[in-house]
């Protein structure tokens, strides 16, 4: 079974990690898929130099809207084959087995 978390960004350097360090802590492994609604503050950066090798990272040209940005997580899920895409808001943290249970 194959899940993708995708998470919508926007200026979220101050929720994200936790949010993310949450998800690597699942007792299931999973795809993390961040979108990043063309931050303003040092959201990108982080995410780069943090967890580079982590997350697959897409940097909308625009803002485009917390809908817009999750169609193109689940995009990115379908194409990774995905069976299940689970979102998540960018000031989420979740217990370790959420996403298994």
Same mark, same amino acid.
């Given at each position: 079974?194959?899940?993708s978390?995708v998470?919508?960004t926007y ?5 994200i ?7 690597i802590k699942s007792t ?5 898929i961040?979108?990043?609604?063309k931050?303003?503050d040092?959201t990108?950066?982080?995410l =780069?130099?943090? !967890?580079?090798d982590?997350i %697959?990272?897409?940097q909308?040209? @625009?803002n485009?809207?917390?809908g /817009?940005?999750n169609?193109?997580?689940i995009?990115k899920?379908?194409?990774? =084959?995905?069976? !299940?895409?689970?979102?998540l %808001?960018?000031?989420?943290?979740i @217990?370790p087995?959420?996403?298994? /249970?």
């Amino acid at each position: 079974m194959k899940v993708s978390v995708v998470i919508v960004t926007y200026n979220s350097l101050k929720w994200i990690e936790q949010c993310i360090d949450s998800i690597i802590k699942s007792t299931i492994e999973v795809s993390i898929i961040v979108v990043d609604n063309k931050s303003t503050d040092e959201t990108i950066s982080f995410l =780069k130099n943090k !967890y580079q090798d982590r997350i %697959n990272l897409i940097q909308a040209p @625009e803002n485009l809207g917390f809908g /817009k940005g999750n169609n193109l997580g689940i995009k990115k899920a379908i194409e990774q =084959k995905s069976d !299940y895409v689970f979102l998540l %808001n960018q000031d989420t943290v979740i @217990e370790p087995n959420l996403i298994e /249970k």
